[in-house]
């Protein structure tokens, strides 16, 4: 799910917007600044990004195996897409190793708040999974990320990795031998005194 911060690319750093979300008790998963490809995670996939996408019940970020918010430096009038969008395959692989699938069922984003589609309909998009603006989520009523194009955001220059490839799992690396003492119990390293 993807979201503008309202602020300049131009003049912020991902870690100093992700820093002004934790002091404001705001979370997302990731801060991406497309001007300079900087980004950092706040959470794992894994953990839901509860209350940032819609007020009240359901929340929609707790939703399925995994809600990424990613939260993109930039302006919902002026679409990040139309600009250059560096770093973005790191993310897009990453969101591919979670299965996100490559689609925007919802189509391109609106410009402004859009007149809302039925609840029925709304829903539907959503159960499919996928990619999303915050404007497109259920209930939401924000007009981020703005007319940003979904072709530019899913397909960059580099095609998904090759399912059956990403699955593999790397060979684990050798760890040392644990050591123990002559009683049985772990020998931890200590810092030395001096």
Do not use: K
């Not at 934790?22 to 997302?28: A, H, K, M």
């Not at 689609?103 to 609106?110: E, F, I």
């Not at 490839?165 to 003492?181: F, G, K, V, W």
């Amino acid at each position: 799910m993807w979201l503008t911060t309202e602020s300049d690319p131009g003049a912020l750093s991902a870690r100093a917007v992700a820093q002004r979300l934790v002091g404001d008790g705001r979370s997302g998963h990731l801060v991406w600044n497309p001007r300079t490809g900087e980004t950092v995670q706040l959470l794992p996939a894994t953990a839901p990004a509860g209350g940032e996408l819609t007020a009240g019940s359901p929340d929609r970020a707790c939703e399925g195996r995994v809600c990424v918010v990613i939260r993109v430096i930039g302006w919902s009038h002026v679409p990040f897409t139309d600009a250059p969008l560096h770093e973005l395959t790191p993310i897009l692989r990453w969101l591919d190793s979670w299965e996100i699938p490559r689609r925007w069922p919802a189509g391109a984003p609106p410009a402004v708040l859009p007149v809302r589609r039925s609840r029925a309909q709304e829903e539907r998009l959503w159960a499919r999974g996928g990619h999303f603006g915050l404007s497109q989520v259920p209930g939401a009523q924000v007009a981020a990320p703005g007319a940003i194009s979904p072709h530019r955001v899913l397909a960059p220059t580099d095609p998904p990795p090759d399912r059956a490839r990403s699955l593999a799992s790397p060979e684990p690396p050798a760890l040392s031998a644990i050591e123990h003492t002559a009683n049985g119990e772990r020998h931890y390293a200590s810092a030395a005194s001096g």
